[in-house]
């Protein structure tokens, strides 16, 4: 049993089962790098306030960045003799500078290095994930392009609502990850802010600078308050709350490709390469990429939960729950990279198939809004608009017609203020190419949409 670094207050050893069930090893190890970037900068503030000496800063860094080296390489690999990571690199350090490593500790407590590793973790897990909706954003786009002139039905109450294009369809999904981003940027706001310097709890009496700590790092801030600087971890709930979102994105996304793939829809389909078969029934091409997506939804409410759960009791300052922080923030982050990448290569390997789909809005009603509409634009209260058109479609209904197949003669029987103008809005197209108002489906507010995203998106031939 290797001796603790702390172990000078006690006579006995950890008892074998204490040791195992608070070793965090096992999951933080994955935090060496940032770890080791985060004590040459603390190691190099203690030489600039004169605490460590130039000669004994050389020896340290230079030992840092071969613990850093060996663990890459698989030399040096942290087990369970470790308690965490920053004891079994501060302990291989010393085996390799000696002495002069206890130095490294000085001015500061795992208690504010391990909140320093998490926000250095984060903040570059945050950076990877928003490239990544990036990437599912221009392969949405890129659909949406390829799709720009398909009409397909728009759903409310997965009921056929208004035609609408497939494009603006795809392009409210582009919208929903923009969100997505947002919140990831707005929270690495928070993320960036350096704790190292609060201690355990109370500050330190010895020179420290912070700022310069934080200048080396990259924080845009400074932690105001110790006690805070290591019992914080809002800044992880938010990330899991914004993850979460996020994964209900991806999860309603694939709800919709599940729905349009089966026999029922025959939307689109998936190439065989993103499929998979039944042990079974040997016709059958599932789509479990986009139902595991789906799943792994719960997975990331699942870390938020626990986060949260976590945190709700925690009085000040440092608790040893808050150990308890990485193994869903690591689960949530693997899990939304994960989920991204393969939904982006999902959309890569989807076509639609426009015959199907037109035929799907062929007789489905969804114009009755626009003959609504219509007769609002020639002066009928709405309510009563609507209520003509209702009388309409159920005679439709009855006499077993389209709505498509209405003539001027029928239309007039039921209000005198159609004309010859309200048979041309009977057609999908017409009553797409009909809409104004920002935002909608029209031809137009979808191209100039298209274009502004592919601008953003830097996509030049899609």
């Given at each position: 049993m290797t001796k603790k670094?702390?172990?000078?207050?006690?006579?006995?050893?950890?008892?074998?089962?204490?040791?195992?069930?608070?070793?965090?090893?096992?999951?933080?190890?994955?935090?060496?790098?940032?770890?080791?970037k985060g004590s040459i900068a603390h190691v190099r503030m203690l030489s600039k306030?004169?605490?460590?000496?130039?000669?004994?800063?050389?020896?340290?860094?230079g030992?840092?960045?071969?613990?850093?080296?060996?663990?890459?390489?698989?030399?040096?690999?942290?087990?369970?003799?470790?308690?965490?990571?920053?004891?079994?690199?501060?302990t291989r350090l010393k085996k390799i500078v000696g002495p002069v490593a206890d130095k490294l500790h000085t001015a500061r407590s795992r208690n504010d290095q391990v909140a320093l590793d998490?926000?250095?973790?984060?903040?570059?897990?945050?950076?990877?994930i928003v490239s990544e909706i990036r990437g599912l954003q221009r392969s949405l786009v890129k659909v949406a392009s390829k799709n720009s002139a398909l009409i397909m039905p728009g759903f409310t109450h997965l009921q056929h609502g208004q035609p609408v294009l497939a494009a603006h369809h795809l392009l409210a999904y582009v919208e929903m990850l923009e969100r997505d981003i947002a919140r990831m940027e707005d929270c690495l706001k928070r993320v960036n802010v350096l704790p190292l310097g609060a201690g355990a709890v109370a500050g330190t009496s010895l020179p420290i600078d912070r700022a310069y700590v934080a200048k080396?790092?990259?924080?845009?801030?400074?932690?105001?308050?110790?006690?805070?600087?290591?019992?914080?971890?809002?800044?992880?709930?938010?990330?899991?709350?914004?993850?979460?979102?996020?994964?209900i994105h991806l999860s309603r996304m694939a709800e919709e490709v599940v729905l349009w793939v089966s026999r029922e829809f025959s939307f689109i389909e998936i190439d065989l390469s993103y499929c998979t078969g039944s042990s079974l029934m040997p016709q059958k091409a599932n789509p479990d990429v986009a139902e595991l997506v789906r799943g792994k939804a719960g997975r990331l409410l699942g870390a938020l939960v626990s986060m949260l759960t976590v945190m709700k009791g925690l009085p000040l300052s440092y608790n040893r729950d808050?150990?308890?922080?990485?193994?869903?923030?690591?689960?949530?982050?693997?899990?939304?990279?994960?989920?991204?990448?393969i939904m982006t290569g999902l959309w890569e390997r989807i076509r639609f198939r426009p015959v199907r789909i037109r035929m799907s809005v062929d007789g489905d009603f969804s114009q009755a809004t626009d003959l609504a509409e219509f007769l609002v634009m020639n002066g009928c209260p709405f309510r009563e608009a609507h209520h003509t058109v209702g009388r309409l479609v159920a005679d439709c209904i009855k006499r077993g017609i389209r709505i498509e197949d209405l003539t001027l003669k029928d239309l007039r029987a039921f209000s005198m203020l159609f004309n010859e103008k309200a048979l041309a809005i009977l057609s999908p197209e017409k009553g797409i190419a009909g809409k104004k108002s920002y935002g909608s489906t029209s031809?137009?507010?979808?191209?100039?949409?298209?274009?502004?995203?592919?601008?953003?998106?830097?996509?030049?031939?899609?």
């Open positions: 670094l702390w172990s000078g207050r006690f006579d006995k050893a950890m008892a074998p089962e204490v040791e195992r069930f608070t070793a965090s090893i096992g999951f933080d190890r994955r935090l060496y790098a940032h770890d080791i306030v004169g605490l460590v000496s130039k000669s004994e800063l050389r020896r340290i860094v030992g840092l960045q071969k613990v850093r080296a060996e663990i890459e390489k698989g030399v040096f690999a942290p087990g369970p003799e470790y308690e965490d990571i920053h004891m079994a690199v501060e998490t926000r250095l973790f984060l903040r570059d897990e945050i950076g990877a080396l790092l990259g924080f845009e801030s400074v932690s105001a308050n110790s006690m805070d600087a290591v019992s914080d971890r809002d800044y992880l709930m938010e990330f899991l709350a914004a993850a979460a979102v996020c994964g808050l150990q308890e922080d990485k193994e869903p923030l690591f689960d949530a982050v693997g899990t939304l990279h994960a989920s991204l990448m031809p137009l507010g979808v191209s100039t949409a298209l274009r502004g995203w592919k601008k953003k998106l830097g996509i030049k031939n899609a």
